[in-house]
C-alpha cells in the first residue's frame, strides 16, 4: 500500500475515532446515554416484536390450518359418497339375484325371475345414481367370467342414460384396475390411479380423466364373482367442489398420485385445469413438490415467495388416488403483514424514546458538567504556589468532594515540591537530570560546588561539559543506542569516573545513572560523589599493605627460617626451657605470617585480582591432604581429626592452593572451639549434582545473634577466645570468596552446646557425571543452558526451579562465558545486562549459532532489549522470583517441542 493510502486510510480512522470518543465528558456522557437508551429500547423492542412475531404467526398458521381442515373434510366427502353409492347397490336384491340367475341357466331359483329381468332392474338401480351424481358418467357390473366381461352397464350421455344391450358389453379382464378390483378385500371399496377413460382396449378420445371406485362382489358361497365399479369424471368432481366452497385462498389439491388442481380466488369454475402425474402442462409448482416429499400428513410449508398449510386425509382410503391433500397458500407479504406491521410500530416508538431520553440527558447533563467546567477553569487559571482556596469546596454534593480533594492533592504536592526541593538542594551528592540528548535540566547547589558551574550556567547545556574528551565522544553513542531501543550500559549500578570542573581540574568521581519516565519522555537521573579523598584513602591503605607485604613478610619469613635451624642444629643436652621458648617463637611466627598473608589475601579480593587455575581433583585425596596440612595444629590443640570419604571418586574443578587454606580456615576453627579431647571430622559426599565437604565439630556452637556476620570481613564470635587463639576475623570471609570464585557454595548448621556443622559444595565434573565438564552423561537428556550473572543465590534459585528439564552452568563474568561457548553447545543462554568486565550482550557475538539458540536477557531497568537474536527480556523489579523460572521453563517447552519436530520429520 502506497504512503498516500496509508495516510488517507489513517485520517479516517482518526477522524471515525474523534467522532465516537470526542474529548468533551459532556458529549461522552451524552453518546452513553443515547447508547444506553438505544441499546435498552433495542432489547425490550426486540423481545416484544419476537414474541408478538410468534404469537401472530402461529394464529395465522392455525387459521390457515383450520381453512385447510374444512377443505379436506369437503374434498373427501367426494370419496365417501362414492363407498356409500357403491354398498348400497351391493345391498340390493339384483345384484345376488343376477349372480344367482347366471348359475341357474338364466332363471333365479329363489323367486324365479329372469335373467334379463334382473339386469333390467340392475340398470335402473345404476340409473337412479347416476341421476344424483352428474359428476358420475359410467356405472358398471363386471364379472370374472368370461375374460372380466361386463354384466350390467349404464352410461351417461348428451341425451340422457343409456343402458348397454349385451351385445355392447366388453371385456375388461386385460384392464389395469381389473385385478386390483378382483383381489381387493370382501366388502373394501378401493380407488384406481387417475387415468383417462377406455373404451375396447383403447383411450376414449374424450380424454376424461377417470376415477374408478370399485367394490368386490362375492356369491352366497364367498366366491369371487364380479365387482361394481363407478367411474367418475375426477376432474368435473374436483370442479364441482371448488365452486361449491369457493375458498378465499389460493388453495391446491394434490392426491398421493401426484395429481393436482389448483385455484386462485376469484377464478372462474372453466379455468379450473386438472393436472395429471405424467401429462403436465405446466412445471409442479414447488408448495406441491414439498408436499409430494414429505412423509407428514399435516405441517407447515414455505417457499420463497409463499407460505402453505397442508392436510392430507390418509386414514379412510389407502390408494393413492384417494389420499387426498389440501394446501393453502398465502404470498409472504401477507402471512407476515402482521409481524411487519408490528416491527414498524415497535421501532417508532423505539425512536421516540430515545430522542425523548437524549433531550432529557442534554438537560440534565448540562446542569452536571457545568460546575465541573468552572472548577477545571479555576484550576487551570491557578499559579504553582496557588493554594486553590476558591474552589467550590462548600458544596455537598460529589462536586464538593473532588474540589476538596484536588485542594488537598495540591496542598500536598507544594509540600512534597518544597520538601523535595530542599533534598535536592542540600544534599551533599550532586544531582543532575539530563533529556534523551544529554541536555542538562536541573542541577543542584552541590553540583554547582563540586563543577563550579553555576545552576543558571549549566541548565541547557550538553553533559559533555563535565565529562573529559574520551569519555563525551562514547557519551553520544549510547544515548543513540538507547534511543534506538537497543539499551544502553551502566543503568542502576556505580561506576567510577573523572569528571572535569569549569577551571578544567581533572578529579575522580562516583556516578550513579538511572532511567526515568517522565511525561511519556525517557530522562536520566544521575547521582555524583567526588570521591578524592576516598581515592587517598585507597592509595594510602595500598601503600600501607605493600609495606606490610614487603617490612613485615620478608623479615618474619626469614625469623620462620632462623627458628627451623635452630631447633634442628641446637644441642639435645639444651635446657628443655631453651627448647620450650623456640617453640613458642616459632609458633608466634606463624601467626604472624598466616595473619599477614589474610590481609593479603583480603586486599587482593577487594581488588578483583585474585586469579583462579582451576583443575579437576579428588575431594578425597584433597581432604588427605588437609588432615595432613592441619594434624600438627589439631595435636598441639589435642584435638582428634577424622576423615569420612565417599567409597567412590569425587572429582570437582578447583585450585588446590586456595582449596587448602579453605580447608585450613574450616579446620582451625572447628579446632579453636572445641574442648581438649574432643574430635573433628571431615566427611566427602555427593549431594545432588555437587561434591560436598563437611567439617563437623562438637564445640560451643554458634550464637544466633552472630550467625548472620560470620561471613563478613573482621567478624569475630568472640573476642576472649580469638585474642586467645590468635585471628583477624577474615578466615571465613577469605574462604568464601574463594569457593564463589571456583564456582562453589558454602554455608553451616549450628546449634549451641551442641556444634557446628561448615560445609562447601563444588560442581561435580565430567569423571562423577555432572553437567561441568568437557563432555556430559549419555544418558542425561536434559537441555543444556548457561547463566551469566553475578548473584550466586539468583542462579541457585533459578537452576533449582528448572532442574528436572535444564542442566544450568554457571559464570560470573563475559570472559568465562566465552570460554565455556567454545567447550560447549547451549540449548538456551541467560544474560545479565551489568557484568564486572562488561555489557551481559557482549556474549552474544561469540554464541556459535545464536539464531537457533534461545537467549534471554535479564536487565535492572525498565526496558526491552531490541536485538535481532533476544528472545524475551524480564526486568528484575517487575518480574517475581518464580516467573523467572515460569517464562525459562516456556522457552525450555519450545526447544523441546522444535526438537520433537525436527525429529518427527526426520
Known sequence: MSLTKKHFFGKISEGLYRLIMPSSLKKRILILTAFCVALST???????????????????????????????????????????????????????????????????????????????RLAINFQAVLQGRPEYFQFRFIGVEDAGRELVRVDRTLYGMKVKERGEL?????????????????????????????????????????????MPIDDEDGNRFGFLVINVNYEAMLQSAFAEINPDQHTFVVNGGGDFMEHRPGMEQTVYRLELNGNMTRPLPDIVKQVLETGEDRGLLSTADDVGYFIRDTSHFSQASANLGVVVVVPNEV??????????????????????????????????????????????????????????????????????????????????????SAIVNNVVDGLVLIDGFGMIEQFNPSCERMFGYSASEAIGCN????????????????????????????????????????????????????????????????????????????RMRKEFVSTVSHELRTPLTSIRGSLTLIDMLAPEDMPPKVFQLIGMARKNTERLIQLVNEILDFEKLRANKTKFEL??????????????LNQGYADDAGIQLEAERAATAISVSVEATKFQQIMSNL??????????????????????????????DKGVGIDENFRKHIFQAFSQADGSATRSEGGTGLGLNISKSFVEGMHGQIGFESELGTGTTFWVEFPLQA?????????????????????????????????????????????KTVAEARKLLKEHVFDIVILDRLLEDGEGLDVIPFIPAPESTKILVVTAIDENVQHIHVDATLVKAKTRPGEFAARVTELVDQIKRNKDLKSGAA
Not at 504553582?384 to 482556596?389: F, V
Request: aromatic share 6%; charged share 25%; glycine share 8%.
Open 42 to 120: 433495542l432489547a425490550v423492542g426486540s423481545l416484544s416484536y419476537v414474541r408478538i412475531r410468534s404469537e401472530t404467526l402461529h394464529l395465522a398458521e392455525t387459521h390457515l390450518a383450520t381453512e385447510a381442515e374444512l377443505l379436506s373434510q369437503r374434498f373427501g366427502f367426494d370419496y365417501h359418497l362414492i363407498a356409500n353409492d357403491l354398498r348400497t347397490i351391493a345391498e340390493t336384491p339384483p345384484v345376488q339375484g343376477l349372480i344367482r340367475s347366471i348359475k341357474s341357466d338364466g332363471r333365479d331359483p329363489l323367486d324365479g325371475s329372469a335373467e334379463a329381468d334382473l339386469r333390467s
Open 170 to 214: 366388453q371385456q375388461k379382464k386385460l384392464e389395469p384396475y381389473f385385478r386390483f378390483a378382483i383381489e381387493a378385500p370382501t366388502g373394501e371399496v378401493v380407488f384406481s390411479d387417475i387415468s383417462y377413460n377406455r373404451e375396447y382396449g383403447q383411450q376414449d378420445r374424450s380424454y376424461t380423466a377417470t376415477l374408478r371406485g370399485m
Open 335 to 420: 402471512w407476515y403483514a402482521a409481524s411487519t406491521q408490528n416491527r414498524n410500530e415497535v421501532l417508532l416508538v423505539g425512536f421516540l424514546v430515545i430522542l425523548c431520553s437524549v433531550l432529557l440527558a442534554v438537560v440534565v447533563v448540562r446542569s452536571m458538567m457545568q460546575p465541573l467546567s468552572d472548577l477545571a477553569e479555576a484550576v487551570r487559571l491557578s499559579g504553582d504556589e496557588d493554594s486553590l482556596e476558591h474552589l467550590p469546596t462548600w458544596r455537598n454534593d460529589e462536586i464538593g468532594k473532588l474540589a476538596s480533594a484536588i485542594q488537598k492533592r495540591n496542598s500536598d504536592l507544594v509540600e512534597s515540591r518544597t520538601r523535595a
Open 463 to 538: 553533559i559533555k561539559i563535565l565529562m573529559k574528551p574520551e569519555d563525551a565522544g562514547a557519551h553520544d553513542g549510547y544515548l543513540q543506542l538507547y534511543r534506538d531501543g537497543l539499551g544502553g550500559k551502566s543503568f542502576d549500578t556505580t561506576r567510577e569516573l573523572e569528571a572535569v570542573d569549569k577551571s578544567g581540574r581533572v578529579f575522580p568521581i562516583e556516578l550513579s545513572i538511572n532511567a526515568v519516565k517522565l511525561n511519556g519522555a525517557t530522562k536520566f537521573s544521575g547521582v555524583i560523589r567526588d570521591i578524592g579523598q576516598r581515592k587517598e584513602i585507597d
Open 615 to 628: 583443575s579437576v581433583m579428588d575431594l578425597n585425596d584433597e581432604i588427605e591432604k588437609a588432615l595432613e
Open 667 to 696: 579446620i582451625s576453627n572447628a579446632v579453636k572451639f572445641s574442648q581438649k579431647g574432643q574430635k573433628v571430622t571431615i566427611r566427602t559426599m555427593i549431594s545432588k549434582r555437587n561434591g560436598r565437604i563437611e567439617v563437623v
Open 767 to 811: 569423571s562423577t557425571g555432572t553437567s561441568g565438564g568437557k563432555s556430559r552423561d549419555p544418558a542425561d537428556t536434559r537441555l543444556l543452558g548457561l547463566h551469566v550473572e553475578d548473584d550466586n543465590d539468583f542462579y541457585t534459585i533459578l537452576a533449582t526451579g528448572l532442574e528436572p528439564d535444564l542442566e544450568l552452568l554457571h559464570v
